[in-house]
């Protein structure tokens, strides 16, 4: 497995060596040893979820309560999406801030998205299976969102506007502007 830190160095771009020959292929998705080496500080991923979602389907932009937040390697096991991550820790440099990344499930890059950052995607085939490894256990009520459509974001979800499939509660969302973060930033954290 190759690691990539991307313009946000927190959020990391994993690369899978693949083996091939006439059978197929076989690749590592995840390997404690070597993330945990590279990242620098242990991540204990206790649950995998797996959505599945129709072309146009936009889920996001979600993260925890301070408590409850969760650190993210997003992966893709059909399909293609558009993974998004947005900076939400009070006084980051790139505070507000979003990388888009395309995750396919032919290249098999997967995407980890640290705890102080809001998450989302948009599938862009005609359905995607996304497997979201984490490492805190989701707790009701503790959800925080901001609106996938923010102006002041200004994300491009690579979706026409007429095909866009937003749940209700993203829809009642508020704007970045208007929802207050409870992660602050620590250049040391990571």
């Known amino acids: 497995m190759n690691y990539k830190r991307l313009e ?4 990391i771009l994993c690369e899978p060596t693949f083996h091939k020959d006439n059978r197929g292929f076989v690749f590592e998705s995840f390997k404690k040893e070597s993330f945990d080496n590279f990242l620098g500080f242990n991540v204990d991923f206790c649950q995998d979820n797996i959505s599945y979602s129709k072309y146009g389907v936009i889920r996001g932009l979600h993260t925890n309560s301070l408590d ?3 650190s993210k ?7 293609k999406i558009l993974d998004v991550a947005v900076d939400f820790r009070v006084g980051s440099p790139t505070f507000g801030k979003s990388i888009s990344i395309e995750l396919n499930s032919e290249e098999n890059k997967q995407l980890f998205v640290p705890r102080g ?3 989302g995607f948009s599938v862009l085939s005609e359905d995607a299976l996304v497997m979201i490894k984490i490492d ?4 009701q009520g503790e959800s ?7 102006e002041n974001l200004n ?6 506007k007429k095909s866009v499939i937003v749940s209700e509660a993203d829809k009642n969302l508020l704007a970045f502007k208007d929802t207050k973060s409870p992660f602050m930033y620590n250049k040391n954290y990571y």
Request: zero cysteines.
């Open 68 to 70: 409850y937040a969760q």
């Open 8 to 11: 946000i160095p927190e959020l």
């Open 73 to 79: 390697l997003v992966s893709v096991l059909k399909g």
């Open 155 to 160: 994300i491009d979800w690579k979706i026409k």
């Open 144 to 150: 925080i969102g901001v609106r996938y459509d923010d």
């Open 117 to 119: 950052f809001l998450h």
């Open 136 to 139: 805190r256990y989701f707790a």
